[in-house]
């Protein structure tokens, strides 16, 4: 019935021919960039709801419930303090050497959660993104602001933290928000990157761990960040001083500290983390959307 | 084509569908028979690729229902995903008017949350507004029935029975206006008596959609829905047609 009817009534017509004539757009075609920002846009609403829908469901069978998201940065300061503060000493020659430790482990765990739960965001939601229409990108973007939720916690506790330690309030402080701002932006575009580069290699699910590790002894935070000075110089120095992270890191401490040594002026180190939030936040978004068609076949 | 004008509003081109299966524990498990197949470039066991849809063509017309017919495992889910979008082709194309919806069972929703926070989340992932939300969070529970032995909206997924979390599923997805519709197996799901008021419902979508496809195993909600219908075997179409006649040469396969 059907092929008489295409013969009779589009004569001579290939399908294609047809679906062009009657203006039908190819299903998986890959939206054009700004058509895709906005319609991620469009879904806002939908990324915060199902950001805040996951962070009730990951502590919706503990007793606590969302008292954990303050206990667990609290617990972890309470770790490093232990071992550090109380069973290592520390470095004694340097001033306040836990607010040093903390504020590096908690800079340093906002972009590691990131990471690993954006290497997650696809494969982890398969069901979903085969049963619905809904711009991918917001998979990755909610995981994202689900750390950044965290994160924000986090820093109330680590100021409280250094508050004990000793140091004062000052105006510097300030320079949280838009240190805030710059490393969200780049933990987005790290968590667009992975969640698309985790579902094409899923083995590099298995490698996360030992890089981050890896990474984590790179960029001073368990040790004072002048160590780099007495074993590097030049251009291998510069390089391992480049290093995103140890410049986040570096600008908290800046920002929370009286007395602190950094490897770079503040100068330096801002329009360095601004260079790589922009370069990596744009470029993440980027390869994500380039995927954007291929990530139901899974 | 003068005056009885149809407008086409799904076009399949020699569409083919493979999809990837990442399956642990296979054949060989043993990491020294994985190194071997690295070294030796064999194809990697873990991964296999379905090959589920095999140069399909079609045209399907404004107003039509189209029931989709096969044997578990033809194809056929897996045809309705394409054609909405959610899996890509692999080679050909599939041309489709507006954005098609899949109106399925299988919407994973999030089992830790209650049921109305569900809703809202399912409408947000379909695009609606908060307001919009707010507005039919009611009327979808209500439709659902899944409030009639006392408030279970305000109790995890996980503990519905899989008849009430799959009415709410079908629930969700039917609270939209589609201009393609793509119904995958919904009708079969829960009581009689929610069976009764979902297919008025999808009757209802109809006639606002362009055009509806129907994935079902029950025969007489196909005869009663599509006047057209396509046999899928092995992810080739056997036979395209008045639903009577298809249906005829397919009880003639299946008995056999």
Not at chain 1, 92 to 100: K, V
Not at chain 1, 229 to 238: F, I, N, P, T, Y
Request: a positive charge; glycine letters at 8%.
């Amino acid at each position: 019935m059907t092929e008489t009817a295409v013969a009779s009534a589009d004569a001579g017509l290939s399908l294609k021919e047809l679906a062009r004539r009657n203006g039908l757009s190819a299903s998986g075609r890959l939206p054009s960039l700004p058509e895709y920002s906005r319609t991620l846009w469009a879904y806002r609403h939908f990324i915060r709801a199902h950001a805040s829908a996951k962070i009730t469901s990951s502590l919706g069978n503990t007793k606590l419930g969302s008292v954990w998201q303050v206990l667990t940065p609290m617990i972890n300061a309470g770790v490093y303090y232990v071992i550090f503060g109380l069973v290592l000493g520390g470095h004694r020659d340097m001033p306040n050497f836990i607010a040093y430790l903390c504020i590096g482990v908690f800079v340093f765990q906002f972009t590691q959660s990131v990471v690993q739960t954006g290497a997650n965001a696809i494969t982890g939601n398969l069901g979903l993104i085969r049963a619905l229409h809904f711009p991918r990108a917001s998979l990755p973007l909610s995981a994202a602001l689900v750390e950044i939720r965290n994160f924000i916690v986090a820093l109330f506790v680590l100021m409280g933290i250094v508050l004990i330690t000793g140091e004062p309030i000052t105006l510097q402080w300030l320079l949280l928000a838009p240190l805030l701002l710059l490393q969200s932006i780049f933990n987005l575009g790290m968590g667009l990157f992975m969640a698309r580069f985790g579902s094409k290699v899923r083995d590099v699910k298995q490698l996360i761990p030992f890089i981050m590790r890896f990474w984590l002894y790179g960029s001073a935070v368990l040790y004072p960040v002048t160590k780099f000075g007495d074993v590097l110089s030049g251009w291998q120095l510069q390089v391992v001083e480049a290093n995103p992270l140890l410049v986040f890191i570096e600008l908290a401490r800046h920002a929370l500290l009286e007395e602190v040594v950094l490897a770079n002026s503040p100068a330096v180190l801002w329009t360095e983390a601004t260079v790589w939030s922009l370069v990596v936040g744009i470029t993440g978004y980027l390869y994500f959307w380039r995927g954007e068609k291929g990530y139901g076949r899974g | 084509m003068a005056d009885n004008e149809r407008i086409p509003t799904v076009i399949a081109d020699e569409a083919h569908i493979v999809y990837k299966i990442h399956q642990a524990g296979s054949v060989s498990s043993s990491p020294l028979a994985s190194f071997k197949r690295l070294t030796t470039r064999a194809k990697n066991a873990n991964i296999r690729e379905v090959h589920a849809v095999k140069g399909v063509s079609f045209v399907a017309y404004k107003g039509e229902a189209i029931g989709l017919i096969g044997t578990n495992g033809s194809g056929k889910s897996t045809l309705l995903r394409a054609v909405a979008g959610l899996l890509p082709v692999s080679s050909g194309a599939i041309y489709a008017a507006g954005q098609p919806s899949l109106l399925g069972v299988n919407a994973a929703l999030m089992n830790e949350l209650p049921g109305d926070r569900n809703v809202e989340l399912g409408c947000l992932a379909m695009g609606m507004s908060p307001a919009e939300v707010q507005a039919k969070r009611d009327a979808i529970i209500e439709f659902s029935g899944i409030n009639d032995k006392g408030d279970f909206s305000s109790l995890p997924m996980r503990t519905y029975s899989s008849g009430m979390s799959a009415r709410l599923r079908f629930s969700i997805a039917a609270a939209k206006k589609h201009d393609v519709l793509l119904i995958d197996e919904a009708l079969a799901t829960g009581d009689a008596k929610f069976r009764k008021r979902s297919e008025a419902r999808v009757r209802e979508l109809r006639q606002e959609a362009g055009t509806v496809f129907l994935v079902s195993h029950s025969e007489q909600s196909i005869r009663d829905t599509c006047e057209r219908c396509i046999w899928l075997e092995a992810g080739v179409i056997r036979a395209d047609g008045p639903t009577g006649e298809v249906m005829k040469e397919y009880e003639a396969f299946s008995r056999r």
